[in-house]
């Protein structure tokens, strides 16, 4: 290789060393990005964690004032940078924000409003997540399953409970039994009253029996171990997530009591009987059709917890 050729070489490497140069500068920012992270619906502040991701790759982690909403970072990369928006407290948020090259000292300012979580507030529903009276889940209820899974994979500080319920009241008909042998039972102890001499003692009154056991509770657990395998694959889905069974209304009912027209004695003639005795009168539990499935926000943690 001859002198000029080596001259003509290094030139064209020092040439290639100033163009990368030039363009690095090109490139490069010192700016200042900043402004407010708002709730969308009340305007109120809110504390975030915010993510910038550069250009070149490098992650920028920084949180906003949970008292002013406000945030401020110092970029030194130009180009689009996406900024997200995460937290315990909000649905996530990406926003992709442009930082022009070689403008020093600049400001940008860039206010964002995002959607709180509130606790308790209701994410979606389902009447028709199972096939009638069985663990077995419909098209309709994998398609629930999959936009559940996602909202929490994008959100993986969110906590969610799920309530479940039976198709059928089954319960109810257990209690009316229950309820019909009693009424049966009163309705002989107060014809045996009627018939007791003076001075003899009266028949033992008779006893409710308990509520048997709630036969809806066996079909709403072996729902609640199909999402759980279902859901597994949720991060910390284990502790994110919360299974709670909703009981018919018409279990909360106490029996309908109302005051017998008839004496279980011969008029208060003996000492410790009563004219009137209240008897449990039957009626007609109103149907109540609950969704199969509910999910709604759980426990909502602020930033610092």
């Known amino acids: 290789m001859t002198a000029s050729t080596r001259m003509i070489n290094m030139l064209l490497v020092v040439s290639v060393i100033i163009s990368g140069a030039v363009a690095s500068l090109a490139q490069q920012a010192n700016m200042n990005l900043e402004g407010l992270i708002r709730d969308e619906t009340t305007g109120a502040p809110v504390g975030v964690k915010i993510y910038i991701f550069t250009p070149s790759g490098k992650r920028i982690s920084i949180n906003s004032n949970s008292k002013d909403g406000s945030y401020l970072q110092t970029l030194a990369e130009s180009g689009p940078h996406k900024v997200a928006i995460t937290g315990y407290n909000v649905y996530r948020k990406e926003e992709t924000i442009d930082i022009p090259a070689s403008e020093k000292f600049k400001i940008i300012k860039r206010d964002i409003t995002v959607k709180s979580l509130v606790q308790g507030a209701e994410v979606l529903q389902s009447s028709g997540m199972f096939s009638k009276n069985t663990a077995s889940l419909t098209p309709q209820g994998l398609k629930t399953l999959e936009e559940l899974s996602a909202l929490m ?117 003996q000492k410790g009987s009563a004219a009137q005795k209240s008897v449990p009168i039957a009626k007609t539990p109103k149907v109540v059709t609950l969704p199969q499935l509910v999910a709604r926000i759980g426990v909502v943690k602020d930033l610092m917890d």
């Open 153 to 269: 994979k994008t959100n993986q500080s969110m906590n969610i409970v799920l309530t479940l319920a039976a198709d059928e009241d089954k319960f109810a008909a257990a209690i009316a039994a229950v309820d019909a042998a009693y009424r049966k039972e009163h309705d002989a102890w107060a014809k045996a009253c009627k018939k007791v001499k003076k001075g003899q003692p009266l028949p033992t009154e008779p006893v409710r029996q308990a509520n048997p056991e709630d036969p809806n509770k066996a079909l709403v657990q072996e729902r609640i171990d199909t999402l759980k395998a279902r859901l597994r694959p949720v991060k910390n889905g284990d502790v994110r997530l919360r299974y709670i069974y909703e009981a018919s209304p018409v279990q909360q009912i106490q029996p309908a009591v109302a005051v017998s027209s008839e004496p279980v004695a011969k008029a208060g003639k």
